[in-house]
C-alpha cells in the first residue's frame, strides 16, 4: 500500500509531501491546481519514462520519492528474490536531472529503471483519464482478457515457444537453400581435396627445398671456390700454411739462444694449428658438393608445382597444409548436412507441436474467461446506465499458418447498445460516453481478480453523471474495501462516497507558487462538495444537499479515518 510520497522540484512543484490511508480516497480540487502532478510524480518513481522539460524552472534536478507498506505477498517475494527487500516496507526514489541523466534506487540501492517498471507493476496500477482510448485496440483487449485470467505464465511460455519454433524454422529454411547446391559445392570440394593429397606436400617442404636449389645451383661456382682457397692455404708449396710453418722451423732453431722469441713462437704455432683446422673444414665443406643435373631439375619441377599450387588457391606455399584441412572440414560438414537437416526437421515439428499443444491452452482457457468477463461486465454496465447493451469478447481460433507469439487468437470485443442491433466492433458503434463506463466496467471487473494492493483511478470518470455517476462511485468504493484506491475526481457524487478525501488547492503571488494538500474533515467535506456541486456560489441548499450526500456516507466509514490531517508544500 502507498503511505508516503515526496516530490522536489518537480513541474511547478517545489515541495511537497502527502500521506495515504487504505480505503478509497478522493482527490479533488479545481483544475491546474496539481492534481496531474501527483499521478506523474507516482508514475515517475514507478519507472515511467521521464522527460527533463519536467524539472522545474531554475532547478537542476528533481526528486521523487515514495513509501510502501507491504504485505507477503509478490512484491515482497520480488524483492526477496533481488536482495533488495528491507522489512516491511519499500522505499523508491527517482532522481531526475537536467543534463538528460535519471537514477533509480530500491530501498537504497541503485536500481535500473526496468527493476522499477517490474516492482511497480505488483505495487500499484493507474488507469489513466484517457485509458477507454485504450479500449478500442485490439492488442489492449487481448490484454485485458489475459490479465483478467491471469495467463501470464501461459502467455510467457506460449510466446516463448514460437519464438523457438520460428528461430528453428528460419534456420531449417537456410539450410535446405544451402543443401540445393551441396552436390556441386561437395565435387569442387572433392577435387580440390583430391588434388592438394596428390601434391604430398611435407610441412617442411616450403623452407627446406628453396635452400637446396640454392646451394645445387652455385655448386659449380662453391667447388671452384673452395679449391682456390685450399691451393692458398695449404696444398701448394707456396701455400700460407707451408710458409707459416717455414718460419716455425727457423723460429724453434733459436729458441734456444733468444729466449725473447718464444711468445712469437707460440701466437705463431697457434696460428697454424687455426689454419689447419680451416683447410681441414673448407676440404670437408668441398666433399659435400657435387655436381648434380638430375636433382637440380627434380627440384625445379617440385618448387613450380608447389608454387602454382599457392597461386591457384591463393595462399602463400606454406598455408598450403591449412588450406587442406580447411577444404576437408568443410567438405566433412556438407557430406553431414543430410543428418543435420533431418535433425533440424525432428527438431523444428517438435518446437511447433510444443507451441501449438500451449496456443491451444490458451485457446481454451480464454474462450472461458472471455464468457465469465462478458457476464461481469454486463453486471457493471448495467448498473452504469447501459441497460440494454450486449458486449461480447469474441475469442476466434486460428489456422495454423497465421501463429503468433501472443498465440492462435484474435480477440474482439464486440457491442450492441440497443435492442435487435447486432454486435459490432467496439470502435463502430460506441459513443464517448458509453465507452468510458464500458472501459470503467471492464477495468472493475478485470481489477478484482488482479493482485495489485494499489489502484489508482486518474479522472476515469470524464463523461459520466447524475445517477451513473453514483454508481461509479461506489464501485470504486467496493474496490476501497479491500484496495487502497486512489480516485481523481471531479464529479461531487463520487468525491462523496470516498472513505478520506484529499483537497489539491494553488496559491500563486508574484514569488512563487504554493501547492496545498489537505485532508478534509467532515465539515470541510461538505464544504468542497457542494464546491463541486455548485462551484463559485453556493447556497444553502447546495450545502444541504452536500452535508446529506457526505452523511449518508460517513455513516458506515467503519473508522477507517481516524484523524485530520494538514499536507502542504510550495509548488
Not at 60 to 75: K, V, W, Y
Not at 220 to 235: F, G, R
Not at 465 to 484: D, H, K, N, P
Not at 494 to 519: D, F, M, P
Request: overall charge negative.
Amino acid at each position: 500500500m502507498l503511505q508516503h510520497i515526496h516530490i522536489k522540484d518537480l513541474a511547478i512543484v517545489t515541495h511537497l509531501e502527502v500521506e495515504f490511508r487504505p480505503g478509497m480516497t478522493a482527490l479533488t480540487g479545481e483544475t491546474g491546481a496539481g492534481k496531474s502532478i501527483l499521478i506523474d510524480a507516482l508514475g515517475l518513481v514507478l519507472g515511467d519514462r521521464a522527460d527533463i522539460g519536467m524539472i522545474r524552472s531554475g532547478c537542476d534536478r528533481a526528486e521523487i520519492s515514495a513509501i510502501f507498506t507491504l504485505d507477503d505477498g509478490e512484491a515482497a517475494a520480488w524483492l526477496r528474490e533481488n536482495a533488495l527487500d528491507d522489512g516491511d516496507q519499500c522505499l523508491l526514489r527517482r532522481v531526475l536531472t537536467r543534463n538528460g541523466g535519471s537514477r533509480a534506487f530500491i530501498n537504497g540501492s541503485p536500481a535500473p529503471i526496468k527493476s522499477l517498471q517490474q516492482l511497480g507493476e505488483l505495487m500499484v496500477d493507474i488507469q489513466g483519464q484517457h485509458a477507454h482510448q485504450s479500449l478500442l485496440r485490439r492488442n489492449h483487449q487481448r490484454e485485458l482478457l489475459d490479465g483478467y485470467a491471469g495467463h501470464q505464465a501461459l502467455c510467457s511460455k506460449t510466446a516463448i515457444l514460437h519464438n523457438q519454433w520460428q528461430s528453428a524454422e528460419t534456420r531449417l529454411i537456410e539450410l535446405t537453400a544451402a543443401t540445393q547446391d551441396r552436390e556441386a559445392r561437395s565435387d569442387l570440394l572433392t577435387f580440390q581435396v583430391n588434388e592438394l593429397n596428390e601434391l604430398k606436400l611435407e610441412i617442411d617442404e616450403p623452407a627446406t627445398l628453396p635452400a637446396e636449389h640454392k646451394r645445387l645451383t652455385n655448386a659449380s661456382e662453391l667447388i671452384e671456390s673452395c679449391n682456390s682457397m685450399l691451393n692458398t692455404l695449404s696444398d701448394n708449396d707456396e701455400a700460407a700454411l707451408t710458409l707459416l710453418n717455414r718460419v716455425l722451423s727457423e723460429l724453434n732453431s733459436l729458441n734456444d739462444s733468444s729466449p725473447q722469441l718464444r711468445e712469437s713462437h707460440e701466437m705463431l704455432e697457434s696460428a697454424a694449428i687455426q689454419m689447419e683446422e680451416a683447410a681441414s673444414s673448407l676440404r670437408d665443406f668441398g666433399d659435400t658438393l657435387e655436381l648434380s643435373p638430375a636433382r637440380l631439375n627434380q627440384l625445379d619441377q617440385r618448387l613450380t608445382e608447389i608454387h602454382d599450387m599457392a597461386r591457384k588457391y591463393r595462399c602463400r606455399p606454406e598455408m598450403l597444409p591449412q588450406t587442406l584441412e580447411v577444404l576437408i572440414d568443410e567438405l566433412s560438414q556438407l557430406n553431414n548436412s543430410t543428418t543435420q537437416l533431418s535433425e533440424l526437421e525432428q527438431e523444428t515439428a517438435a518446437l511447433w507441436d510444443q507451441y501449438r499443444e500451449q496456443a491451444l491452452i490458451l485457446d481454451r482457457s480464454r474462450k472461458v474467461a472471455a464468457k465469465k468477463l462478458d457476464r461481469q461486465v454486463m453486471e457493471g454496465i448495467r448498473s452504469l446506465g447501459i441497460s440494454n447493451g450486449r458486449l461480447e469478447m469474441k475469442v476466434t481460433t486460428l489456422e495454423d499458418d497465421k501463429a503468433t507469439a501472443s498465440g492462435l487468437n484474435t480477440i474482439e470485443l464486440l457491442f450492441s447498445a440497443n435492442p435487435g442491433q447486432p454486435l459490432q466492433p467496439l470502435s463502430k458503434v460506441a459513443s464517448g460516453g458509453e465507452l468510458s463506463r464500458l472501459s470503467l466496467a471492464i477495468q472493475v471487473a478485470a481489477i478484482r481478480c488482479a493482485r495489485v494492493p494499489t489502484l489508482i483511478f486518474d479522472e476515469v470518470d470524464v463523461g459520466i453523471g447524475g445517477g451513473i455517476a453514483e454508481i461509479v462511485g461506489r464501485l470504486l468504493r467496493q474496490l476501497g474495501e479491500s484496495r487502497q484506491v486512489l480516485c481523481v475526481t471531479h464529479l461531487p457524487q463520487v468525491a462523496s462516497l470516498g472513505h478520506q478525501h484529499l483537497l489539491i488547492r494553488k496559491e500563486s503571488n508574484k514569488k512563487r507558487t504554493l501547492t496545498h494538500i489537505t485532508q478534509l474533515n467532515s465539515e470541510e467535506r461538505i464544504q468542497e462538495v457542494a464546491r463541486m456541486l455548485g462551484g463559485l456560489d453556493i447556497t444553502g441548499q447546495t450545502l444541504a444537499h452536500a452535508r446529506e450526500m457526505v452523511k449518508l456516507k460517513e455513516s458506515d466509514e467503519s473508522g477507517i479515518i481516524s484523524a485530520d490531517t494538514t499536507q502542504s508544500g510550495s509548488g
